[in-house]
């Protein structure tokens, strides 16, 4: 199991074929409170990058991009009635969406903790 | 000049701390050859007084409706607004406040707009209302997009009861759209728009009453559009309609538009009015406008703020429902304070009032000979029939000191269909003398 | 993902009326559904009987539930809710870019006359030739300060004005075989609305950075015309309220790439009677009444944002419009040609017209070009007395209508600019635009406006310099709690937004449970 960032604050955690994203921590701290979640549907095909979801916090919306090309396979429904998880544990019970990851290639090309620990000192 | 406080001593005082020689350094980014280049020739400043008479001799030019009998309706009412309404309007708290984006110094506006959002939603038989929009015409366009976003499909059929001017500003807002479908004219208020209802259908826009004055059936719509998937936005220009008739919630409308001109604001030529826009409560984070919620401050006391403000442009640029900013705040605050003026009770005494004098007008035209009333059924408002060209009888009429009605051509000129078509609205504000005045006028010109 | 970080209030009290306070004059007041029912009415009315009503079976069953109050119960609860708002009337409100200036009640009463209020948008034209008279004589006005061609006076507001002036740019292209032209640039510090109005009308928006000294560089906007650019949308002066120096050499090289310039006159009261935005080679630009020209703002609108077009516009502009005839003035109230049809019912915004016209006769063409003067006059001032205390972000450059600080003169208090802004609040003045311009960091934008005196804006100065001074004496308590002395703490827009509650809803007692 790895855990890959973009330089966009979401992270994969690839267990498998499969990827569980959302944002991290840095980002849920800078957004403040998360209000609401706009999840994918399940079995929406999404190219890397394309925008897969969107979280809101009262004062800023921010879309979710797909860190890899892949297939949603699940969402994190609980964000519906509870956009805090997001806050309380985001790389968690805060995940927002599973993907089957179609082109594992991919995931070389994102960065890795230290990689990311870099970016957001 | 009176509005400006600063004498040329200041003037020279302030230069000095910034340490400017003139003001012309102040504008020393501005390209020389723009920088008071020119000669306006425009006058100059002027007292009061002589501002006053020259507005005034304008407005003397225009007949205002209470100078003689008035039959004209169309989209925008002349009812009577209480002199209430306009005293607290003026006050300055309320005219000279800005959106209230501080909301600790603000709660005057926000309260009323929760108060306003309620009254739409109750009014409508709808979830939520929003803190309105520019008026009816752009709500209604503003509608047919989010039925768009909501059902992702694209097709929109607007009714041939829905007022010219709004399917206008439809095609306007969806210019060169092929997914358009404006359904012609119908003045006797037949209507084949469930027809036209498929599986890529997103929305079909109903008015009622209709622009011709008849009462449309909504239970029908709904159910014709939800049976394949798509929505039913409903569209009032006549919002006094509501205190006799059901409400369009109540019969399954998925977004409800309306002009709420009628309760609180004068004619004004036109505008300023207000769009009052409500929905189902699912539908929220698609619905374009400001809203107003309830929360608690620091100290836990009841406050109201503007929320789900991450839809609107400002946050979202071009990712925004709308590129709608202002709202029609003074609007709606008159709005506001005519409609708990009514009350249920007032506002249904209100209704009757307009529908029983709608009635009388109806009976009284049906007599003039040369006449054909139109309706079957109406609230205030009905289409008439007459042997000469509608323009040239309105035209006549007017030269009797009598405002008749609107000719439908005016709206629809290139539907021959309408051209010796009138419309003629009765308020509370039309008398018997009126009627009696208009339709002796009626029978001598239609000789 | 984008994201934007603002201090937040915390409140985790409950909803309660009964533990309301308030004060002597500033009362808590219920909701007029707290204190109205349905039986009371302000308003009396003869209760007629219909022997055969003509309403289709559509007869309405279910009761309504809207409150009524009488006139003295309406009259009291209205007033008592004004009091708790801040207003122009009631004190400095130096929001930027919303020019919040003085609203002369000339142009209230003006706008009450009967002949204008009392008018129908559709009785007959000769029955309303003052009426047209008066959109004829705001138009040339608006056409003379601008040097512009035509004039559409009917957009609603600003962001109306915007879309209809984009939708001219896109119906001139059309005409002229450039449909193509997909991408509009819009610069970095432009306000929301011109990438939503851009993005509405299927444009694909290109950001153009900023420089340094917070202008539009003309060599950035070179690099990225090209044939498939529509238009440049450009606020000038600029929201960072400085004048765009290179205008004209923007104007040109959009011009001379087959583009438009869509101007954003928001800020146009800096520049009224001095600058006219046609010899800077504008094609279109929408002016807001309700900033510019004085029309109340009335807690969030009306508005009204007539649009000025040039030469090469002027054919597409929208119906309705008013022109000369045999017998008098017309109303053209059907598209004839390439013109664009119609964006709203009716005429637009008519009481808005004689406001502002009265307006302008007040002035005249002297006293507006003064007001832009002293508004300009004003921005400095602020920006000179408080340079010393607080950071300016573009250097030592004269401003227009507006003084911009950024944060960083409160770099290591634990004061931000909003706390700043609610202490403002407990000093008796409206905040000042807050984190916009979203090119500087924790903006905060000033406009005086012409309306405020000397010894206003020595006030003013004099409790920004305090308030910086307590700030960086470490006392960042006063900025965090505040407001103290407003009629609320601040406001928990965390709950509002997770749950929204969007209208008032009739509790039903519950039985008390038993121990």
């Known amino acids: 199991m790895t855990t890959k960032f973009t330089p966009d604050h979401e992270y994969i955690r690839v267990e498998g074929s499969t990827g569980i994203v959302g944002i991290t921590n840095y980002a849920q701290e800078a957004l403040g409170d998360i209000v609401f979640v706009e999840l994918p549907s399940v079995g929406k095909v999404l190219k890397k990058g394309d925008e897969a979801a969107v979280v809101e916090s009262v004062k800023a919306a921010s879309e979710i991009y797909a860190p890899v090309a892949g297939t949603v396979t699940e969402v994190n429904e609980a964000l519906s009635s509870e956009p805090g998880l997001i806050n309380a544990d985001p790389e968690a019970g805060g995940w927002i969406y599973k993907i089957a990851i179609s082109n594992a290639g991919e995931l070389d090309g994102l960065l890795d903790a230290a990689g990311y620990a870099d970016l957001t000192k | 000049m009176r509005y400006l406080p600063h004498s040329d001593h200041e003037r020279a005082e302030m230069l000095g701390v910034i340490g400017a020689a003139d003001i012309d350094a102040l504008f020393s980014a501005v390209p020389k050859s723009a920088l008071k280049s020119f000669d306006l020739g425009l006058p100059a400043h002027s007292p009061e007084f002589l501002v006053e008479a020259h507005m005034r001799a304008l407005a003397g030019k225009n007949r205002a409706g209470a100078d003689g009998p008035f039959f004209v309706g169309a989209g925008a009412y002349r009812h009577h607004v209480p002199a209430t309404v306009d005293h607290l309007i003026q006050r300055s708290e309320w005219l000279t406040a800005y959106t209230p984006y501080q909301p600790e110094i603000s709660q005057g506006t926000l309260q009323m707009l929760f108060e306003f959002q309620t009254q739409v939603a109750k009014l409508t038989g709808m979830d939520v209302a929003n803190a309105s929009m520019y008026d009816g015409s752009t709500g209604t366009a503003e509608a047919v997009l989010m039925a768009r976003r909501l059902t992702r499909r694209n097709k929109i059929v607007l009714s041939g009861g829905l007022h010219p001017h709004y399917r206008d500003v439809v095609r306007a807002y969806l210019k060169d759209d092929a997914d358009l479908q404006c359904l012609s004219a119908s003045p006797e208020g037949q209507g084949d728009i469930l027809d036209h209802i498929d599986e890529q259908t997103a929305a079909i826009v109903i008015q009622t009453p209709d622009f011709y004055g008849h009462l449309r059936n909504l239970k029908v719509a709904a159910d014709a559009a939800h049976a394949k998937g798509a929505l039913l936005i409903v569209v009032i220009t006549e919002v006094v309609s509501l205190g006799l008739l059901e409400a369009p919630g109540a019969y399954g409308a998925d977004i409800v538009v309306a002009e709420g001109q009628s309760i609180g604001n004068a004619l004004n030529f036109g505008g300023p009015y207000l769009g009052l826009m409500a929905t189902r409560k699912e539908f929220i984070r698609q619905m374009p406008g400001r809203l107003c919620g309830e929360t608690v401050d620091a100290e836990g006391q009841r406050g109201f703020v503007l929320t789900l403000s991450t839809r609107e442009q400002h946050i979202r640029r071009e990712k925004a429902t709308s590129n709608i900013c202002t709202n029609s705040g003074l609007c709606a605050l008159a709005f506001s304070i005519h409609m708990a003026l009514l009350g249920e009770a007032g506002f249904t005494r209100l209704a009757r009032l307009n529908h029983e004098r709608a009635c009388k007008l109806a009976d009284a035209l049906a007599a003039v000979p040369g006449v054909t009333l139109l309706n079957k059924s109406f609230f205030n408002e009905m289409t008439i029939r007459v042997a000469k060209p509608a323009v040239e009888v309105v035209e006549a009429l007017a030269a009797r000191g009598i405002l008749a009605g609107v000719p439908a051509s005016r709206l629809e000129p290139d539907d021959q269909n309408t051209a010796n078509l009138i419309i003629l609205a009765a308020t509370e504000l039309t008398t018997d003398a009126d009627i009696a005045a208009l339709c002796a006028a009626l029978a001598e010109e239609l000789q | ?515």
């Open chain 3, 1 to 515: 993902m984008s994201m934007n970080n603002q201090g937040r209030p915390t409140g985790t009290g409950t909803s309660s009326f009964a533990a309301s306070t308030g004060s002597a004059l500033l009362p808590n007041e219920p909701l007029l559904f707290e204190i109205g029912d349905t039986e009371h009415s302000g308003v009396d009315l003869p209760d007629v009987s219909i022997s055969t009503s003509r309403l289709g079976g559509f007869e309405r069953k279910m009761q309504l539930d809207l409150a009524g109050l009488t006139e003295p119960e309406a009259m009291r609860h209205y007033v008592r809710l004004s009091r708790l708002n801040h207003s122009i009337d009631s004190g400095m409100y130096p929001l930027g870019s919303c020019t919040m200036k003085h609203n002369p009640r000339l142009n209230e009463k003006m706008a009450r006359l009967p002949g204008f209020a009392d008018i129908h948008p559709l009785q007959p034209v000769s029955t309303v030739q003052g009426a047209l008279e008066l959109m004829e004589q705001l138009s040339h006005w608006l056409m003379t300060l601008t040097n512009t061609a035509a004039v559409a006076l009917t957009p609603k507001a600003g962001a109306h004005g915007e879309l209809l002036g984009m939708m001219a740019i896109k119906a001139a292209q059309d005409a002229a075989g450039q449909a193509h032209r997909r991408i509009v640039l819009v610069p970095e510090s432009a306000h929301g609305t011109n990438p939503a109005t851009a993005a509405f009308l299927g444009y694909t928006v290109k950001a153009i950075p900023a420089r340094d000294d917070g202008t539009v560089d003309v060599q950035a906007v070179k690099d990225a015309l090209s044939s498939d650019v529509a238009a440049i949308m450009l606020t000038n002066p600029n929201t960072c309220g400085l004048f765009e120096p290179q205008v004209i050499e923007i104007a040109e090289a959009v011009h001379a790439a087959g583009a438009f310039f869509y101007c954003d006159g928001a800020n146009f009261n800096a520049i009224m009677g001095v600058v006219r935005p046609g010899d800077l080679g504008i094609d279109a630009m929408h002016i807001n009444l309700h900033k510019t020209f004085s029309t109340p703002h009335g807690g969030g609108g009306p508005g009204a944002g007539p649009v000025v077009l040039s030469k090469a516009l002027a054919p597409f502009a929208p119906v309705p419009f008013v022109r000369k005839g045999d017998n008098g003035l017309e109303l053209v109230e059907h598209a004839e040609g390439d013109a664009l049809g119609r964006i709203t019912a009716f005429q637009g915004q008519m009481g808005m017209y004689v406001r502002a016209l009265t307006y302008m006769l007040s002035h005249g063409g002297d006293g507006l070009a003064q007001a832009a003067q002293d508004a300009v006059l004003n921005a400095n001032y602020i920006k000179a007395r408080l340079a010393h205390a607080f950071s300016v972000p573009f250097g030592d450059y004269p401003t227009m209508h507006e003084a911009l600080f950024d944060d960083s003169f409160l770099a290591g208090t634990g004061v931000t600019t909003l706390d700043f802004a609610k202490a403002l609040i407990d000093e008796g003045f409206h905040p000042m635009t807050m984190y916009f311009p979203l090119v500087v960091h924790g903006a905060m934008l000033i406009e005086p406006t012409e309306s405020e005196s000397k010894q206003t804006l020595d006030h003013f100065c004099a409790v920004m310099e305090e308030l910086a001074a307590d700030a960086k004496a470490g006392n960042a308590a006063r900025f965090t709690s505040a407001p103290l002395k407003a009629p609320r703490r601040r406001l928990d827009e965390t709950r509002a937004a997770r749950s929204p509650i969007l209208k008032w809803e009739r509790v039903e007692e519950l039985p008390q449970a038993a121990e």
